[in-house]
């Protein structure tokens, strides 16, 4: 591949949308282009990134016996009405209509018409285990998209379904998809971790989650590095036995005291000291209901500065207090802020508190401040213990770092991850709600024991990024980087000599089936390293007049801090 011919567009600048670091350098670097919330082009360079992650994924997935097809993107809601996921899927769920005012979803995940596939196809206990799959387009509206193809709202990913005769048979399948997920991230060279993870209800005890260790994960993991016990943070609460907790609460009554500010008479309630800096207390929780009244089982407390107006927040007030206690969602509270509530720095309470105001009950657990300890000045609280920063409040649970672990083996830590893969023992959850039988060996209908795997192929570059760059850009893996190695000849349009090696060498490493870039722009050499270095090409070769006088070329990895001469004779065999 020629530059010329290709399309480079680097960037100086992040946008100012770009919150962590592999959103910043893909659009720098040109591999992604916005088209709207959650929304992106795949421009070239990013493109030949996902093919590469694709077909890691695809050998992986044909080697363990899936087979591959395509499901479509739109899909009839009828199949989604037989399993309920039609009104149940909230607004992640795309639904949209046709002409004729037909019903239909844009898939974010395929388990209905898979289904639907199997009910027709399998018949025998003959046909199976069987396994199939898709590297599809989904779209999933979510409620906050962000950090570019991290969470976007269409996003590519494999899935892949299994069906068995037998909950046994299903669990080998369950087993033979965990195995083919870590041989493929170890072969993007990720440090990754398969934690233990929810399979809801009836899935019964099989569900992992492959975590992409990274500091700005949006999970929490927990894990006992003296065992292999690893969970995400919603399991391992599922399994923690509660924390000590003030004695059941009593109602408190809030008696509005004439001249006092009912922030300070909450917090007077709670044993909290506020000072000058702390203006108002918001309660957060996750769902109100119509009358205002905290319907969710999680409220978090959020003391904030005066310079947060909160009544630029559509919140509804408790009756009975003043303004500066108030009620919101915290869906409203991050769009206010344009973070989660944690981001002021978090703090876990531990208090369960009903208060009772002008008669008007309001249940509150697991009471979280959002205050940054410093930059408030709160005293007088039972802070718990400090969880590591950054830290969000909705990960401030009962489990915390150093708690005994539940096989007893050490104490627990906790780290946060990119969820990048997901394997899933379904049952027979789906195969019931849509009547899906094969013929057992005893002669009768049997429902299908299912498993569904997913790969987030668009995220999973961004969460190499994360663990793979350094101030100048992107270091790509080898196994994945848009081309492994870049020739830069300088003075190409000056020099025959530097040009003739450049064409040959280029021409050379294309026959052996070297995934190289020549850059014939004519860039001067500064600006031909900023954005090889920033793109992370993991391989760059310089040729030079000079250099070429003496039969030699620099050679660089992306890694490297300096450049090493080596013989033009050499370079095909140390890149093979
Ligand atoms: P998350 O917890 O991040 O919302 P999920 O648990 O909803 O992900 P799954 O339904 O398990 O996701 O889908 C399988 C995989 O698809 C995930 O492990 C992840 O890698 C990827 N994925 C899910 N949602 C997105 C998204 N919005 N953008 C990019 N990739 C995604
Ligand atoms: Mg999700
Ligand atoms: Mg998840
Ligand atoms: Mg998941």
Redesign the pocket.
């Known amino acids: 591949m020629k530059a010329s011919r290709f399309f480079i567009s680097t960037l100086k600048e992040a946008p100012a949308d770009a919150e962590i670091i592999s959103h910043q350098l893909m659009v720098r670097a040109g591999l992604i282009k916005k088209l709207g919330a ?1 929304i992106y082009n795949y421009m070239p360079l990013g493109l030949r990134v996902l093919r590469k992650v694709e077909a890691i994924v695809r050998e992986e997935m044909d080697r363990a016996g899936a087979v591959e097809c395509t499901m479509p993107v739109v899909q009839p809601a009828e199949l989604w009405q037989e399993t309920g996921r039609f009104e149940k899927m909230g607004p992640e769920l795309l639904r949209i209509q046709d002409r004729h005012g037909r019903d239909f979803v844009v898939q ?2 395929s388990e209905e018409v898979v289904t639907d596939i199997a009910r027709q196809e399998l018949r025998s206990h003959r046909q199976l285990p069987r396994n199939f799959y898709q590297i599809q387009t ?1 779209f ?1 509206d ?1 409620r906050r ?1 962000r950090f570019g ?5 269409e ?3 494999k ?1 892949a379904y299994s069906f068995d005769k037998s909950r046994e048979a299903a669990q080998l399948s369950y087993q033979a998809m965990r195995a083919a997920y870590q041989r493929i991230f170890d072969r993007f060279g990720l440090r990754y971790r398969a934690v233990r993870a929810d399979s809801g209800a009836i899935g019964g005890d099989l569900s992992e ?2 975590q992409v260790i990274a500091a700005t994960g ?2 929490a993991i927990v894990y006992c590095p003296d065992s292999d016990y690893a969970a995400n943070m919603e399991k391992a609460e599922a399994a923690a036995p509660a924390h000590p907790r003030p004695a059941a609460s009593q109602p408190r009554t809030l008696t509005p005291t004439p001249g006092k500010s009912t922030c300070a008479q909450v917090a007077d309630l709670l044993g909290l000291a506020l000072t000058q800096t702390v203006k108002s207390l918001v309660l957060a929780t996750d769902t109100l209901d119509d009358a205002g009244q905290v319907a969710g089982s999680k409220v978090w407390l959020l003391l904030l500065r005066g310079d947060h107006d909160m009544n630029e927040v559509k919140v509804s007030k408790v009756p009975g207090l003043d303004a500066g206690f108030r009620f919101a969602t915290v869906a409203e509270i991050e769009e206010h802020f344009g973070a989660r509530p944690g981001y002021l720095g978090p703090l876990n309470l531990r208090k369960s508190v009903t208060i009772v105001a002008d008669r008007e009950v309001a249940l509150m657990a697991d009471w979280v401040c959002g205050a940054n300890q410093e930059d408030f000045h709160i005293t007088g609280v039972n802070w718990g213990r400090d969880l590591p920063e950054p830290d969000l409040v909705a990960d401030l649970r009962n489990v915390v770092e150093g708690d005994p672990s539940p096989d007893g083996k050490g104490l627990l830590a906790i780290e946060r991850g ?5 394997v ?1 023992y379904l049952g027979t959850k789906y195969s019931r709600a849509m009547n899906a039988t094969f013929l057992a060996e005893d002669g009768k209908p049997a429902f299908f024991e299912m498993g569904c795997y ?7 570059p961004a969460a190499a990024i994360e663990q793979n760059h350094d101030e100048r850009g992107i270091i790509w893996p080898d196994a994945i980087a848009p081309f492994t190695v870049v020739l830069c000849p300088i003075g190409m349009d000056r020099s025959e000599a530097v040009r003739a090696a450049a064409e040959q060498l280029h021409a050379d490493l294309l026959a052996q089936g070297v995934d190289v870039i020549l850059d014939d722009r004519g860039e001067r050499p500064g600006a031909m390293f900023a954005d090889w270095e920033l793109i992370g090409v993991p391989h760059r070769v310089v040729l030079s007049e000079r250099g070429l006088k003496e039969g030699q070329v620099e050679y660089q990895h992306r890694r490297d801090t300096e450049a090493t001469r080596m013989a033009l004779g050499a370079v095909l065999p140390h890149l093979l």
């Open positions: 959650g974010p995940t989904k999933r979510e998209p193809l991290m969470r976007g709202r996003f590519i990913m899935d989650e492959f949006e999970d990119i969820e990048i893969g997901h899933f997913g790969i987030g192929i668009t995220r999973l």
